[in-house]
């Protein structure tokens, strides 16, 4: 069985997405049951020079959105990356859900040969679709997911392993 452009990113960002809504109501009963403010919670890093809780959550819901528009050209909305609270950050992920849920399959035909360019200020990435999704799309948001978990763990909020995964389900 062949596993279309589709399939490897649309609900594999929901159901991340969904486990990321998850995590952010843990640490909702944590910052509550340990007298935390959200932005105790929203603000904390793992070093100085990373992005914040927020900012993680953030760049997830952007590299859905990003990738998603890159191989299936459906306009992508834009948010203000302003959130700093609980339901602020819950409500990003609800709305980055909608829209990847709008988003028809039909619409990633010839995704994994398209072009996909991405422009820096200093240079210029060309990759085929599937190349971007699979060295680039994936890799990125994964990494914004695990760096949430990471901080939540260093804040003490008991996750663990299967927290991160989710529900699991046979094929």
């Not at 040969?113 to 060309?126: C, G, S």
């Amino acid at each position: 069985m062949s596993v279309s452009m589709y399939r490897a990113t649309v609900p594999v960002f929901i159901r991340s997405l969904d486990v990321l809504a998850s995590l952010l109501d843990k640490a909702a009963a944590h910052a509550k049951e340990k007298g935390l403010s959200d932005i105790d919670v929203t603000s904390a890093r793992l070093a100085d020079d990373m992005l914040p809780f927020s900012a993680q959550i953030q760049r997830a819901s952007d590299t859905s959105k990003a990738s998603a528009l890159r191989l299936s050209g459906v306009a992508a909305p834009s948010f203000d990356d302003t959130e700093t609270t609980f339901a602020e950050l819950r409500e990003r992920i609800v709305k980055t859900t909608a829209y990847l849920k709008g988003i028809d399959a039909a619409t990633f035909g010839g995704a994994d040969t398209r072009v996909v360019t991405i422009k820096q200020k200093d240079f210029e990435l060309k990759f085929s679709g599937a190349e971007y999704l699979f060295q680039f799309g994936l890799p990125n948001f994964y990494f914004h997911i695990v760096t949430a978990y990471d901080i939540l763990r260093h804040l003490g909020v008991p996750v663990g392993k299967l927290d991160f995964l989710g529900p699991l389900q046979p094929a």
